[in-house]
């Protein structure tokens, strides 16, 4: 908690503990640790998933007895029992049509052993140490399968006054028979912020007024030797209608006491280690087929997951923009064995209000006293001061202090001495030109400036025309030219092309190599959005020849482009990650408008629109080409080439 909580701070303050976390995530590779990878190579050389019981038994023999791992997590979750061995048909034949048939029930008898995969799976998890992962539910609708694991050893009091766990009602676990010999389980999954990022991970949740632990606190409670557990909250304030909250975690062992600082809903902050690689990887092929040398796996903590992205098992951290869940529990388990977990202390709250009073009482006294070079400059040299302290917090003793309230009143305060006026009268013109100048021609930003409360970036549905056009061949020009002159044709013909589409009122969206796309209809609205592209795409063949004989005076190769437009509703808006954003188009649409391109070559044909196009034509001349089926589709999609009008 902050002193003052804003949705534009809470914002600005993740994206300073991302920078903070990518600063200091260099750490070297966890020996310790080992992740065992459901990769795309698995799946190609053991099949698809999820493999059966029997498979999974050989693969975690072999991390135990043949690589003498320590300690087994399974980042995966065994909930319905295996009948892909067929047994269940032979039981039920045994016992109804052929019950008469006695050596057909010995046989079926005799191959039980073999045929029970999960029987075969839970005889390899009573002799090695494994812990098995499962998930808890919330809502009006939430399931409860399989057997959880006996909870945490948590006093009764401890257990009523953690009223700011999370309280789940369903969980999803494994079958009873493997989660009775398995050496413990813990529950998977993450808190996500607001805007899709996991930062923290769950250590505690309550089910049935019973209180679970995650995966890696389960492992880390085993590795270091079953310690007693107890959980510790803040000193209860007079007059305080609830209970105080929880702050730490004590776990005491026969190696001392172990604090973990958590916050009220029992979450530490991910102590992430690095971008890729904290961890060395090996894939569960390699594992199955014997191909691991003899020592990758001893003596070491394994973690068995995915990181194939068919199996949706990937998060968005500050480090990764798609780091396998997997290993997300690697890295806080690496912190809990280190002791080393950054959190945000309890006096944070206090040493912000101090801050703010201070820098406030400051400012207010300095600025208006000096001029507007030396008020930057003090500044400046403030923020740089709390930014100093703040990174010193963090690498030192591992404390996350606030930073955005701190920096946005310094900011806005200088602001308000220097900029407020001229601020307050511009602001419209250079938010529109600083939005939609790399996109438009200026005579819409002109036109949009007129009315500017009418157009943001933001996201919405509309009914627009995109346009995709390709250089033909142009793999094979790249492989025959220098760099150089390369990349000076390719900003001849993308200057050359791009002044055709905003001559014609269209909106550049991106390039993508030697492809252009464009689209028409936003953020002006155009009524005649399919007409203004088809008169583009044809004026920028009719602008080829020009540009080729340029091309033809230096001695490089003539160029031929395709060009694909299709119509249709899509979403435009401005879309990316929190380290590139663009204004551009995503839909349906859009990707038939790429395939039609891609068409274009093979019909000869220097435009190609879809059905939709066409009908938004009205009375313009087009030469039906055939009807063709397209990738993403179940129906035959009609093109046309559009000729001259």
């Avoid at 690689?277 to 068995?304: C, E, K, M, Q, T």
């Avoid at 403030?382 to 920096?407: C, D, E, F, R």
């Amino acid at each position: 908690m902050r002193f003052i909580e804003l949705a534009v701070l809470n914002r600005l303050d993740a994206a300073l503990y991302d920078a903070r976390v990518r600063w200091f995530a260099q750490a070297p590779i966890d020996e310790r640790i080992v992740i065992v990878d459901i990769d795309e190579r698995s799946l190609a050389e053991l099949g698809r998933w999820p493999w059966n019981r029997a498979r999974l038994a050989e693969l975690v023999e072999r991390i135990f007895t043949d690589h003498g791992a320590l300690l087994l997590g399974l980042d995966l979750i065994l909930a319905e029992a295996d009948e892909s061995s067929g047994l269940p048909v032979l039981e039920s034949l045994a016992r109804g049509p052929l019950r008469q048939n006695a050596a057909f029930r010995a046989t079926v008898e005799g191959l039980r052993p073999t045929l029970d995969y999960d029987g075969r799976l839970a005889d390899v998890l009573r002799r090695h140490p494994v812990v098995l992962g499962f998930h808890l539910s919330t809502g009006a609708a939430a399931a409860r399968s399989g057997a959880l694991p006996p909870a945490l050893p948590i006093d009764a009091g401890e257990r009523v006054q953690a009223t700011g766990l999370t309280d789940w009602p369903g969980y999803g676990a494994n079958l009873p028979l493997l989660q009775q010999v398995a050496a413990g389980g813990g529950f998977l999954g993450a808190p996500v912020d607001p805007d899709g990022v996991v930062r923290r991970g769950w250590l505690l949740a309550r089910h049935a007024d019973q209180i679970h632990g995650a995966l890696p606190l389960i492992m880390a409670r085993l590795l270091l030797g079953d310690p007693a557990l107890r959980l510790r909250f803040a000193d209860p304030l007079p007059g305080q209608a609830t209970g105080p909250p929880l702050t730490a975690i004590e776990l005491h062992g026969t190696r001392g006491l172990r604090l973990i600082a958590v916050d009220p809903q029992g979450a530490v902050l991910l102590p992430f280690r690095r971008a890729a690689g904290g961890f060395h990887y090996h894939s569960a092929a390699d594992v199955a087929a014997g191909r691991l040398p003899g020592d990758a796996l001893r003596g070491r903590i394994v973690l068995l997951g995915s990181s194939a992205p068919g199996l949706l098992d990937q998060r968005v951290t500050p480090v990764n923009e798609l780091l396998p869940g997997v290993e997300v529990h690697a890295n806080l388990l690496a912190g809990l064995l280190a002791g080393s977990l950054p959190h945000v202390p309890a006096w944070t709250m206090p040493l912000e209000v101090a801050v703010l009073s201070f820098l406030a009482l400051l400012l207010l006294r300095l600025l208006p006293r000096l001029s507007p070079q030396a008020a930057v400059g003090l500044t400046m040299m403030l923020v740089l001061v709390l930014a100093v302290l703040i990174l010193l917090a963090w690498g030192t003793a591992g404390l996350v202090l606030p930073a955005a309230t701190s920096l946005c009143l310094l900011l806005l305060l200088l602001v308000l001495q220097l900029f407020f006026g001229s601020f307050v009268e511009s602001r419209a013109r250079r938010r529109l030109a600083a939005l939609f100048g790399q996109y438009v021609p200026p005579e819409l930003v002109d036109e949009m400036s007129r009315d500017p409360e009418r157009y943001d970036m933001r996201g919405r549905s509309a009914e627009l025309t995109v346009l995709f056009a390709d250089i033909r061949g142009f793999t094979t020009i790249a492989e025959q030219m220098p760099a150089n002159e390369l990349a000076t044709m390719m900003n001849d013909y993308l200057s050359a092309m791009t002044d055709v589409i905003r001559a014609h009122r269209g909106t550049l969206d991106k390039y993508v190599g030697d492809a252009i796309v464009a689209f028409w209809g936003a953020p002006v609205a155009d009524p005649l959005h399919a007409r203004h592209a088809v008169a583009a795409a044809l004026a920028m063949q009719a602008a080829l020849p020009a540009l080729n004989r340029l091309l033809a005076v230096r001695g490089w190769p003539q160029l031929h482009i395709g060009i694909g437009i299709n119509s249709g509703v899509m979403v435009v808006g401005d879309m990316g990650s929190r380290h590139r954003r663009a204004y551009t188009v995503l839909g349906d649409a859009v990707n038939l408008a790429a395939r039609l391109q891609g068409l274009s070559a093979h019909y000869e044909a220097g435009v190609i629109v879809g059905e939709a196009t066409r009908q938004q034509l009205g009375d313009w001349p087009c030469r039906e080409l055939d009807r063709v089926a397209v990738r993403g589709r179940a129906a035959r999609v009609t093109i046309h080439e559009p000729l001259a009008d």
